[in-house]
């Protein structure tokens, strides 16, 4: 089993907060409680309700998020807190409790960029201490969940585009050239195999010992899954998309033009047909009494499943890209515009909606309280609900007594929920002192800087040039009183994770200050969840702590209504990247030297920024020639955390433990070493030391692949050079720099010494 991706310390404390549904998972059958999802449909019988669960409320907020970098494609079980699923490059995925992310080795064939199916690529089926999983190589794999072995696997003649069924000591898989295979659990030995006319792209369901299975030409069959035998029950004439679901005898299916079926599952008979005259391709939610079906055009109907007539309709804005989910209380859908909708299931009426930017592209799936999905650029997603955690986002215009704001014992510290181990209590210890200082700021809810100070540091070899003659420190501008309204908002400068930064205008002691104002991006109603403050405040704090120094960007002010804000130094004069032809040499030198000191200055107070890349290097702009300066401290960890790893990080920059954590342990300081020297490497080059052409391939090159001599790239290069870069970037932390003075004294002997 390969190594993969963390979640934040944030996260991390997030995922931690709920308590493990108790229920067991029995060793034959994919069993679900609350606190499981363990395939496809929840359950053998596909019916995408889990009734133990909840998500009633007014709003919905990220648990976790996690960044893939392909494209997510497969439902997403979860098991005893555990999540699977898998990508469109074929990799399959397992995100434990801890937040720590592995993938399995089995290549299970990756998906063309045109092929879209509408149950996604196979779900794994999570049994026992295994997972099963089809694959587009044609293959089934039984794989241990621990240790990433192959228990067995067995080829089928055609590609599996559908998800296992597994059911006591038999897994049943249908292949896309219309083969039906009933495979022994414990050895993948074929017991039988039943053939039909016509591609199979849907999930097998079961109910009173038969399977049935839905052809793309419309056809179902009823196979019993002893022996194999089957019968077409039904002939439709439209083709059909959406795998069947059943319950109390009778199986369901929903054609592409809308022609909704009950079949009895014995007898084989239609028991009543109902029109829709709607585009369906996906899968219907089925309670006890009611299907619930998703609608191409937008629309969520729900239909007595004993008559078959439409109850209500409710419509949603944009194409339903998923099939429903059913909870309790709760309805929810996913879009082309990538928003989560939540309505009510006894009349539809809309109750939340959760805005994750693109468009959703896996089946939903809802455990223990929390909703799981997947997106078109590979974000995979946990979302719960609340009632009265919303916050309204304003405007800089108006007074400030028609905002509408929460009061601070209105929003729920996620740190009261956290259980875990003392790796745990270390981080909510430390995070929790942090929100206790923001509990007693002042009543303007508002922290003001100082000046810089102008930070040398000493070491071993002679300076490249005197960085005090080169200062560029930014003193306070803000007085003691700012608030939010105060600030004239101006053009957006950037956007980058779930936050915007725009440039904006503030008059202080009758001159106007230009400084640069970062707020949370808004859901599509303008809310802004409770989440996004003790992420904002964490972040306003973490580098309001160190940036005292001249090479890190300066923290003005900060506050907390009418929405989180922060209003940093305005750095006029472009990234790394804009900067970086116009560097001479010995500018490139400096410019590294500056920054190993704001890292090293940083490390000092326990905080890595784990996100070094560019475009997080910006200049400030004068006659004389500006400086870089980091910036962006949003992803930044405390020490004490050892997290594992970050989502929203830059493949392109990432070192090898934040790719494969469990591989090459936590981040440290080292990383920020690695990624600051992956940065040289460039500018010193114009190449990145490892390329790929995807997520995967990136990895792949960080992991196994070495990079070129840098002097075999740009002769011009010393060859002094080459070690000092390949050692920030060496694979293990141990063979790098020690500190980031380290790197920075032996960049200043190359230089003194060509």
């Given amino acids: 089993m390969a190594t993969g991706r963390g979640i934040t310390r944030r996260d991390f404390i997030k995922l931690s907060i709920g308590t493990v549904g108790a229920g067991t998972v029995a060793s034959g059958t994919a069993t679900a409680s609350s606190g499981n999802w363990p395939t496809f449909g929840h359950d053998e ?17 990220e648990r976790w998020m996690l960044s893939i970098g392909d494209r997510a494609s497969s439902g997403i079980p979860v098991i005893e807190g555990e999540v699977y699923f898998s990508d469109s490059s074929g990799l399959v995925y397992r995100v434990t409790e801890q937040g720590n992310t592995t993938t399995y080795d089995q290549g299970v064939g990756s998906l063309p960029s045109d092929l879209r199916l509408p149950s996604g690529t196979s779900t794994p089926t999570v049994t026992g201490g295994q997972l099963f999983v089809g694959g587009l190589d044609s293959h089934v794999y039984a794989i241990e969940r621990d240790t990433g072995d ?36 414990d050895s993948g030995d074929e017991s039988w195999r039943y053939q039909v006319d016509g591609m199979i792209a849907t999930v097998p369901c079961s109910i009173d010992d038969v399977l049935a299975v839905a052809t793309r030409d419309g056809a179902i069959h009823i196979v019993d899954i002893a022996t194999g035998e089957g019968t077409v029950a039904l002939e439709t004439d439209s083709e059909v998309f959406a795998s069947p679901v059943a319950t109390e005898g009778n199986i369901y ?100 909606t959760f805005d994750a930017g693109n468009a959703i592209t896996t089946p939903l799936s809802v455990a223990d309280d929390v909703l799981y ?30 905002r509408a704001t929460a009061t601070a014992s209105e929003v729920p510290s996620p740190f009261l929920w956290i259980s875990g181990g003392i790796g745990t209590l270390v981080a909510a210890g430390y995070t929790g002192k942090r929100l206790l200082n923001r509990g007693t700021s002042s009543e303007s809810s508002t922290t003001l800087k100082g000046s810089k100070t102008n930070t040398m540091l000493s070491g071993d070899a002679p300076p490249i040039r005197d960085n005090k003659s080169m200062s560029d420190s930014t003193s306070k501008l803000l007085g003691d009183d700012v608030s939010y309204s105060d600030f004239d908002i101006k053009e957006q400068l950037g956007a980058g994770g779930s936050a915007d930064v725009h440039k904006a205008q503030i008059m202080t002691d009758g001159t106007s200050q230009t400084v640069a104002l970062k707020t949370p991006r808004t859901s599509g109603d303008d809310t802004v ?43 006029q004069g472009g990234t790394l990247h804009d900067n970086a032809a116009s560097l001479s040499f010995e500018n490139l030198f400096i410019e590294l030297e500056g920054i190993s ?4 200055h940083a490390h000092r107070h326990g905080i890595t920024h784990t996100d070094i890349k560019p475009a997080n ?35 392109d920059y990432s070192a090898p433990e934040q790719v494969r954590p469990e591989m090459y342990g ?10 600051l020297g992956v940065v040289a490497y460039e500018l010193f080059t114009g190449k990145l030391p490892y390329e790929g052409a995807s997520y995967a391939g990136m990895v792949n090159s960080i992991l196994n692949e070495d990079p070129q001599l840098p002097s075999e790239l740009n002769p011009e290069l010393p060859s002094e050079l080459n070690e000092v870069l390949l050692t920030a970037i060496a694979r293990e932390k141990s063979d790098r720099y020690e500190t980031a003075l380290h790197f920075r004294d032996d960049l200043r002997r190359v230089y003194h010494s060509t």
């Fill in 45 to 61: 019988q596909n019916r995408h309700y889990n009734p133990d669960s909840s998500l009633d409320g007014d709003s919905a907020s």
């Fill in 150 to 185: 192959t228990t067995w696997s067995f080829e089928a003649d055609s590609a599996i585009y559908t998800s296992p069924t597994v059911i006591g000591d038999h897994v049943y898989v249908a292949s896309a050239d219309g083969t039906v295979y009933s495979v022994t659990r």
């Fill in 253 to 352: 299916s929903v054609t592409q033009r809308g022609a909704v079926y009950a079949i009895d599952s014995t007898g084989g008979t239609v028991q009543w047909e109902a029109e829709l005259d709607r585009t369906v391709t996906r899968t219907p939610a089925l309670t006890d009494d009611r299907l619930y079906v998703g609608t191409e055009g937008g629309t969520i109907v729900a239909i007595d499943i004993v008559t078959g007539d439409s109850l209500w309709e409710t419509a949603v804005a944009g194409e339903i890209t998923t099939g429903p989910v059913v909870t309790t209380d709760i309805i929810a859908a996913g879009t082309a515009n990538g928003t989560i909708h939540a309505h009510s299931i006894s009349e539809g009426e809309p109750l939340w």
């Fill in 373 to 402: 999905f997947g997106t078109e650029i590979g974000t995979v997603y946990a979302i719960t609900s609340s009632s009265g955690f919303a916050y309204t986002a304003q405007t800089f215009a108006g007074s400030a007594a028609s």
């Fill in 529 to 571: 969840d409770a989440s996004s403050f003790s992420e904002f405040f964490n972040e306003a704090e973490l580098w309001n702590s160190i940036d005292d120094h001249d090479r890190i960007v300066t923290v003005h002010a900060w506050g907390e209504t009418p929405l989180p804000w922060i209003a940093m130094e305005y750095m």
């Fill in 597 to 600: 000191e704001a890292l090293h």
């Fill in 617 to 651: 290097i910006l200049f400030t702009e004068s006659p004389t020639g500006g400086i870089g300066k980091l910036t962006d401290w949003g992803l930044a960890n405390v020490l004490l955390d050892h997290s594992m790893s970050v989502h929203g990080l830059t493949p």
């Fill in 666 to 675: 936590g981040t440290d300081d080292r990383t920020d070493i690695y990624q």
